[in-house]
């Protein structure tokens, strides 16, 4: 990708100087392939330049059949990148573990190191079969890259590879946010499972990662509740953050999907006018991070 952030005497002098202060953000929407409706909301909202970002279940249902269109059509807007899924179940996949188990087994060093590589490796390559590219960033369903066990055997794996890609960091916004107690001691929880471990060990094999991480929740609550939400990750947010979100076209998601109604509530509040103003009203300006690491600016490179 060219970012605007790039080169002299171009694009970057012609900004004003507002532009220059904005706070970059990327809005990466997680487990494209799910569902259908999960993809459609994806290219909607990509279209609106709402996203800058998607992660991708490799073995889900919906993954193959809208893999190139999603190359294709948003590989320029949109980082694409793999969802390291080892504990959700689908057909014709290898089985996995149950997520509380691997946890248990990640902190007890009890995995198998070789399979958990090999289920790595396999993953990345049907990603790359179904994509033709390799992807641009890597996170975990769950946050499950991070574990003990799993984040190096994730690294080992990139550093064979010769990849270059830019790894999720899960640890909340330094600045306080103010959202319900129940909503911090959740993201305080995923930061714990591996994020200042991870953070370290992708800074020793210089690997590129999000600053921080918003966006966590439980999952429930009104349209106002999520859109006060919004508003507060928005105002804690700082340059090189990440928002993680889970959207799916409203009136098409499997009923079935436990967060289904979530999912459409999320898409609902991106795609409308409420949200631009609460980017213009927060300074925010969302971007790829692929395009904030090539303009050297706002990003954890070592």
Known sequence: ??????GSGGVEEQKPAQDKRR?????CVDDFGLDGAINDSVFALAAQARISATSCLVDAPYWRADARRLVNECGQRLDIGLHL????AFPHA????RWAALVVKAYARALDRTALQAEIERQFDVFQ???GRAP???DGHRHVHQLPMVREALLDVLQRRGSRVWVRC???PKKAVAQPGKDRFKAAVIAALGGRRLKRLARERGLAQNRRMLGVYGFSGTEAAHQARLSAWLAAAGDGDLLMCHTALPGQVAPADPMAAARQLEHRLLAGDAFGRLLEAHNVQIEPLSVQISGRLGCNLI
């Open 129 to 131: 079969q179904a994509a």
């Open 170 to 172: 899960t640890l909340p």
């Open 23 to 27: 706070k970059r953000l990327v809005v």
């Open 1 to 6: 990708m060219t970012s605007a952030w790039e």
């Open 136 to 138: 641009d960033f890597v």
């Open 85 to 88: 899924n080892l504990s959700e």
């Open 94 to 97: 290898p089985a996995g573990h």
